[in-house]
């Protein structure tokens, strides 16, 4: 079967539409496609094609992420990608993956791709690797009680209308994006789709709350919730989901934590997309009745390793060859010297090299590590990652490592 893939035309979201209905075997919502649609970035979606018919789909939004070291890079955040149930495992998905793939190592415009999968599984063999994780936690409120957090009581909270209080919002978020990588920057597009709120996703909850913390006069941290209410013969059982809590400062964060997990008729409070090291987890006095589960959130791919490498920071000097395996993107396959100082961000370098490697490795696995993951480590005792010269693992395992831990906090 011919795969022909290329560039869409000015229907190109109405195609997309049409896969991805398809593809999911669920109708899309109208209200639930806007906010997608206004992200959308017509020119840089393709589509596959068997003779006239369209029969997969794949989108890039350009991001601009932050990496360790407090460094950000451009990411081409690949989603909204599917093929027709009627074409799978002929190819169509590796045609676009390889395609998309090419196609931004040529133009050179981003080193590092992104994505969060329906299936795990699937994008490993084109090179993604396992980048950022989220923790999902339920509280029961017979279990909300907090450890003190110094300077609680000087933080007060409020309801405010989400629109009106954005910028403000915005201001908190992007503080927060400017220390933990995986987060990336939303433009005026991401921004108002963050506030979406179709009748079709709400399931029988509220609309979208919003609460804003203040401290000394300002804006210091917000949440965005939905409640929904639920009785029996035992009486309220409601659950609380929060969408987001982000904060400038350790008390506010806790303020609207203590907030959430006391609603009345609430039951139950859950935070689907949190991060490992999220303070919450840190502040429960009885974790073990707090249901906490971790999932794998977003995954990396290295389209050109040289400039990947070479963009982030290292949290200790680096001096190694790293020999990558790559047989998807074979641009990237060989020795690579990679040369870095945690001091001087502008000495760091990654180039090709003849020397003998130290490290041998997929690229998958090197993606893994690339946000700051510590998983060098368990790769290796895994024997997945070949340490040639003793004693290497454990010192490039510990320059990758970051801190805070990496976190997608804007799912796409």
């Given at each position: 079967?011919a795969i022909?893939?290329?560039p ?8 997309a539409?049409?896969?991805?209905e ?5 109708e899309w919502p ?6 997608e649609?206004g992200r ?10 068997t003779?006239?018919e369209?029969v ?5 939004y ?5 990496v360790?070291?407090r460094?950000?890079?451009d990411a ?8 027709l149930p009627t074409h799978r495992r ?11 793939l090419n ?8 080193a590092?791709a992104v994505?969060?999968a329906?299936?795990?599984?699937i994008?490993?063999r084109?090179?993604y690797g396992?980048?950022t994780?989220w923790?999902s ?8 009680m907090?450890?003190p957090?110094?300077g609680v009581?000087?933080v007060?909270i409020?309801y405010?209308d989400?629109?009106?209080?954005l910028?403000a919002?915005n201001a908190?978020?992007e503080?927060?994006?400017?220390a933990?990588?995986?987060m990336?920057?939303?433009?005026e597009?991401?921004r108002?789709?963050?506030l979406?709120d179709?009748v079709?996703?709400r ?8 609460v804003v913390?203040?401290r ?5 941290g917000?949440?965005?919730f939905?409640?929904?209410?639920s009785?029996?013969?035992?009486g ?8 987001r809590?982000?904060a400038t ?6 303020a609207?934590w203590r ?10 409070t859950a ?7 999220d303070?919450i987890?840190?502040?429960?006095l009885?974790?073990r009745?707090a249901k906490v ?6 995954w990396?791919?290295l389209v050109d ?5 070479g963009s982030?920071g290292?949290?200790?000097?680096v001096?190694v060859?790293?020999d990558v395996?790559?047989?998807?993107c074979p641009?990237?396959a ?5 040369v870095?100082?945690a ?9 090709r090299t003849?020397r003998e490697?130290?490290?041998?490795l997929?690229v ?5 590590a690339y946000?700051g993951?510590p ?15 003793p004693g ?5 395992a510990q320059?990758?490592?970051?801190d ?9």
């Amino acid at each position: 079967m011919a795969i022909d893939v290329r560039p869409l035309g000015d229907d190109a979201w109405h195609q997309a539409v049409r896969i991805m209905e398809f593809a999911f075997g669920e109708e899309w919502p109208s209200d639930a496609q806007e906010p997608e649609r206004g992200r959308y970035e017509p020119d840089r979606a393709i589509g596959a094609f068997t003779t006239d018919e369209m029969v997969g789909h794949a989108a890039i939004y350009s991001l601009r992420m932050t990496v360790p070291g407090r460094r950000e890079l451009d990411a081409a955040g690949a989603s909204m990608v599917g093929v027709l149930p009627t074409h799978r495992r002929r190819g169509v998905l590796t045609a676009l993956m390889r395609h998309q793939l090419n196609g931004l190592y040529e133009s050179g415009r981003e080193a590092v791709a992104v994505l969060t999968a329906s299936e795990p599984a699937i994008y490993g063999r084109f090179g993604y690797g396992l980048a950022t994780e989220w923790v999902s936690v339920e509280i029961q409120r017979t279990a909300r009680m907090l450890r003190p957090v110094a300077g609680v009581d000087e933080v007060t909270i409020r309801y405010a209308d989400p629109d009106k209080v954005l910028d403000a919002t915005n201001a908190v978020r992007e503080s927060v994006v400017a220390a933990r990588p995986g987060m990336f920057h939303h433009n005026e597009s991401w921004r108002r789709s963050e506030l979406a709120d179709p009748v079709s996703g709400r399931h029988g909850g509220s609309p979208l709350r919003c609460v804003v913390a203040e401290r000394a006069g300002q804006v210091s941290g917000f949440a965005y919730f939905q409640t929904r209410s639920s009785w029996d013969e035992r009486g309220p059982g409601g659950t609380t989901t929060i969408s987001r809590v982000q904060a400038t400062d350790a008390a506010s964060a806790a303020a609207l934590w203590r907030f959430l997990l006391d609603q009345d008729l609430m039951a139950t409070t859950a935070h689907r997309r949190l991060s490992l090291d999220d303070p919450i987890l840190a502040w429960l006095l009885d974790v073990r009745r707090a249901k906490v589960t971790v999932r794998d959130s977003m995954w990396a791919r290295l389209v050109d390793v040289g400039r990947a490498l070479g963009s982030r920071g290292y949290a200790a000097p680096v001096d190694v060859v790293l020999d990558v395996h790559d047989e998807f993107c074979p641009w990237n396959a060989g020795r690579w010297h990679l040369v870095a100082d945690a001091e001087d961000a502008d000495s760091t370098s990654c180039v090709r090299t003849e020397r003998e490697a130290d490290l041998v490795l997929d690229v998958r696995d090197l993606a893994s590590a690339y946000l700051g993951r510590p998983t060098l480590l368990g790769l290796g005792a895994a024997g997945l990652v070949e340490e040639r010269v003793p004693g290497t693992l454990a010192r490039v395992a510990q320059a990758f490592r970051n801190d805070p831990l990496p976190l997608l906090d804007t799912p796409f």
